[in-house]
């Protein structure tokens, strides 16, 4: 079984209802088929891929780029690049030119489809364009003119292993050879059923895509359309169009980061809002401080969910329900391994240690990716004797409940003593005046690093540096806080709005 097979599962249960819809425009599952199939098609015909006989034809598979924000022209593409049995290469239109056009050249694509209004975000290469949104300013065909052009074709299926790229995503970061991570249909296939094991979704589910398709939002387009469920898009999502979406389109699921879910909850009148649909609401790609999880659960009600993983094994590596949440030594969890994980913590020797120790955290499982895209050195580096190493350090308790620390290259070690920035920044976002926080060592002749943090402020809230670190030393000690609280209007973020560790210390260090 193949990963788009979810698409036609939820096809034969619901073929009328709708399937996906972003704001006026919506598509039946009848509808999202027909779409599907006749692009596929079209894509087998314009780029024939051979058939997988030996290690040379499996190197020879097609890549097809794919640049837009969260409309229904992007879905369709990317479930057409699977149904095609071609590899979807994400290009997030958020990323900065520089690092998608890094993107574009270490792929080597086949084909890219892109939205009319992300064409200015990346260099384009010497292959073949598709648009997919169009405004009719340009004369490149477009994907409703392919899928008009093979309206009632089906594409070829394919014989592709499950070991074989379905999808190559990058890992964050702005610096240094960008790391494609090149994920099977075997994880793939694996994310899909991590979801529907552990999360019940059921065709009564309308899932709003608010973080981009192509990242977080797009592991839940399958399990959705698995079983009949609904897609609701937010091409250009804020927070008061986010609240719109869950009151007028009753949402009962939803992946936000932190930093999104912290400004719904900010925006001017949350609290008349109705958000009592929601069922899942559930955050990754960051950590959320225990009070910030306390302050979610009371404004959404329990439905608060928290997913862990990364590019390497895409967000299931650890999970945790809403009912685990309502469990108070769980607030700073990331939950217990999925169904086809392991998870445990090593040391730098490679020995596994007991509950309670920290180290680093390692999983294995058919969620891994097979590695980096031409990195074998890295790939070798990363995945040991069938260990992802993760970066994260963390501990697991008696239970099974993984709890993180940080990412291990960003442990401060100040006068001799293990300072984790997440510990900081959890005491530090408890202050009044404290709308989210960062938290990065700086070197230091006496301290060898010294604790420094950033602060962007609550709308009218003013800065006082003498009383914030006050609060900070009663919360922490005097060797975890900050030497120095910097503020800013805007914390540094990636494209999928986390912020940036080491962005925030190249800016900060300097006292800019």
């Not at 900010?266 to 959320?288: C, I, K, N, W």
């Not at 659960?297 to 608060?304: E, I, Q, V």
């Not at 190493?389 to 100040?414: C, N, P, V």
Request: net charge neutral.
């Amino acid at each position: 079984m193949y990963p788009v097979d979810n698409l036609y599962r939820g096809w034969r249960l619901r073929p009328d209802a709708v399937a996906i819809e972003d704001g006026a425009r919506g598509l039946t599952y009848a509808d999202l088929v027909a779409r599907v199939d006749a692009l596929a098609a079209a894509l087998q015909e314009r780029l024939p891929a051979p058939q997988v006989r030996s290690e040379q034809a499996r190197a020879e598979q097609v890549r097809v780029g794919i640049c837009g924000y969260n409309t229904i022209e992007h879905v369709v593409a990317i479930l057409a690049v699977y149904a095609a049995g071609h590899t979807w290469v994400a290009l997030n239109p958020r990323n900065g030119k520089p690092e998608l056009d890094a993107i574009i050249g270490s792929t080597r694509l086949d084909l890219i489809v892109a939205d009319e209004n992300c064409l200015d975000r990346f260099t384009p290469p010497d292959v073949p364009l598709v648009l997919g949104k169009t405004e009719g300013k340009r004369a490149e065909t477009d994907i409703a003119a392919l899928v008009a052009a093979k309206r009632g074709a089906r594409p070829r299926r394919h014989d592709r292993p499950l070991d074989a790229a379905q999808t190559i995503k990058f890992t964050g970061g702005s610096t240094g050879r960008p790391k494609g991570v090149v994920q099977s249909y075997r994880c793939v296939n694996t994310s899909i059923a991590s979801y529907l094991h552990h999360f019940r979704f059921h065709a009564g589910d309308v899932n709003l895509c608010a973080a981009p398709v192509t990242h977080g939002s797009s592991h839940y387009l399958l399990p959705i359309l698995s079983v009949g469920g609904r897609h609701v898009l937010l091409e250009q999502p804020k927070a008061a169009t986010i609240l719109d979406a869950i009151e007028r389109q009753k949402i009962t699921t939803a992946f936000m980061p932190p930093t999104m879910i912290y400004a719904v909850m900010a925006e001017p009148g949350f609290a008349r809002r109705d958000v009592s649909s929601l069922t899942h609401l559930q955050y990754g790609a960051a950590p959320m401080p225990p009070d910030r999880i306390r302050e979610a659960r009371a404004k959404f009600g329990p439905c608060l969910e928290v997913i862990f993983g990364q590019t390497e094994a895409p967000m299931m590596i650890t999970c945790m329900t809403a009912e685990e949440f309502a469990d108070e030594r769980n607030v700073a969890s990331v939950g217990r391994a999925t169904v086809l994980m392991d998870v445990a913590i090593m040391d730098d020797k490679g020995r596994i240690l007991p509950p309670g120790e920290i180290g680093e955290i390692v999983c294995r499982g058919d969620l891994v990716m097979n590695g980096y895209l031409d990195m074998p050195a890295e790939t070798a580096k990363t995945i040991v004797d069938g260990w992802l190493h993760t970066g994260d350090a963390g501990t697991l308790d008696e239970r099974g409940y993984l709890f993180i620390k940080d990412r291990i290259r960003d442990m401060i070690i100040s006068g001799g003593f293990n300072v984790y920035p997440t510990d900081v920044e959890a005491a530090l976002v408890q202050h009044p005046a404290v709308h989210e926080c960062i938290v990065f060592g700086v070197p230091d002749d006496k301290w060898g690093e010294r604790v420094e943090a950033a602060v962007q402020l609550k709308p009218g809230a003013r800065f006082d540096e003498a009383g914030i670190l006050a609060f900070l030393k009663e919360r922490v000690g005097s060797v975890k806080a900050p030497k120095k609280i910097h503020v800013a209007d805007q914390l540094p973020r990636s494209a999928v709005g986390k912020v940036l560790r080491r962005e925030a210390r190249r800016i900060f260090a300097g006292g800019a």
